[in-house]
Nanobody, 119 residues
Framework: QVQLVESGGGLVQAGGSLRLSCAASGRTFSTYIMGWFRQAPEKEREFVAQITWSIGNIYYADSVKGRFTISRDNAKNTVYLQMNSLKPEDTAVYYC????????????WGQGTQVTVSS
C-alpha cells in the first residue's frame, strides 16, 4: 500500500503562483512513478505531470508546459508541483498519484486539493 497526502491548494488570482505538495509513504512507494492529475467541474480527470523517483524523467501535459514544474525531494518522500502564471482554466481539484507507465496510470491516489484561480 502507498499513502499519498496532498496539500498547498487555495485561491489565487490569475497570473499568481501556488505550490502543491504530495507526501508519500508506504513500503514500496519509491518503486512507483509519481504524477499529478486534475479534474475540473464537469470534466474528466486529466494528466498534468509526472516524475520518477530515481532517474527523474519528467513529462508534462502541453497545457502546462513552461508554467508548471514537477520536482521531488527524496529525503522527504515528497513530490511538488510548482504552478506559475496560473489561469482561470487551471481551476480544478488536483490529485497526486503513484503508478506506472507513460503517461502514468494511477494505482494509488491522494484525496485531492482544490485550486481556484480567479480572473
Amino acid at each position: 500500500q502507498v499513502q499519498l497526502v496532498e496539500s498547498g491548494g487555495g485561491l489565487v488570482q490569475a497570473g499568481g503562483s501556488l505550490r502543491l505538495s504530495c507526501a508519500a509513504s508506504g513500503r514500496t512507494f519509491s518503486t512507483y512513478i509519481m504524477g499529478w492529475f486534475r479534474q475540473a467541474p464537469e470534466k474528466e480527470r486529466e494528466f498534468v505531470a509526472q516524475i520518477t523517483w530515481s532517474i527523474g524523467n519528467i513529462y508534462y501535459a502541453d497545457s502546462v508546459k513552461g508554467r508548471f514544474t514537477i520536482s521531488r525531494d527524496n529525503a522527504k518522500n515528497t513530490v511538488y508541483l510548482q504552478m506559475n502564471s496560473l489561469k482561470p482554466e487551471d481551476t480544478a481539484v488536483y490529485y497526486c498519484a503513484a503508478g506506472r507507465g507513460v503517461p502514468i496510470r494511477g494505482d494509488y491516489w491522494g484525496q485531492g486539493t482544490q485550486v481556484t484561480v480567479s480572473s
